[in-house]
């Protein structure tokens, strides 16, 4: 078998390149990103918002989740076209607020104040 030799010094050169080329990208990255789209006509007052230990919330708290999904895994009626345009673009704002995904399946809803 061949014996392979390795140049210790060339190697980690390669690596620091490398290592500089991805930040350099993250960095362009970041910059690029585009805002999360503006939603409108989805009345956010029908979908059953709750906060921590599932109690309801009133209309102005600064996060709440809700069921995106009924158990069937079908649209909940009241929040079909948020969780659809979501799924379209990760995230959505509207009303001041910023809306996701989230859970095991990505089928519960997340809403947190915009700053």
Same mark, same amino acid.
């Given at each position: 078998m061949p014996e392979i030799r390795l140049d210790g010094e060339k190697l980690l050169r390669? $690596?620091? +390149?490398?290592? +500089?080329q991805l930040n350099e $990208? =993250? =960095?362009?990255?970041a910059m690029t990103a585009a805002? +999360?789209?503006r939603?409108? @006509? $989805? *009345?956010?007052t029908k979908i059953e918002w709750r906060g921590k230990g599932s109690e309801p919330v009133t209309a102005g708290a600064e996060w709440a989740w809700a069921f995106g999904y009924n158990q069937d895994g079908t649209y909940k009626p009241e929040s079909k076209t948020l969780v659809q345009h979501i799924e379209q673009y990760e995230k959505v704002e509207? *009303? @001041?607020?910023e809306m996701t995904?989230? @859970?095991r399946d !990505? =089928?519960?809803l997340n =809403? !947190? !104040?915009v700053k």
């Open positions: 390669c $690596i620091e +390149a490398i290592e +500089a $990208i =993250r =960095r362009m990255s805002p +999360a789209p939603v409108q @006509g $989805i *009345d956010l509207m *009303d @001041g607020y995904l989230s @859970g !990505k =089928r519960l =809403r !947190k !104040k």
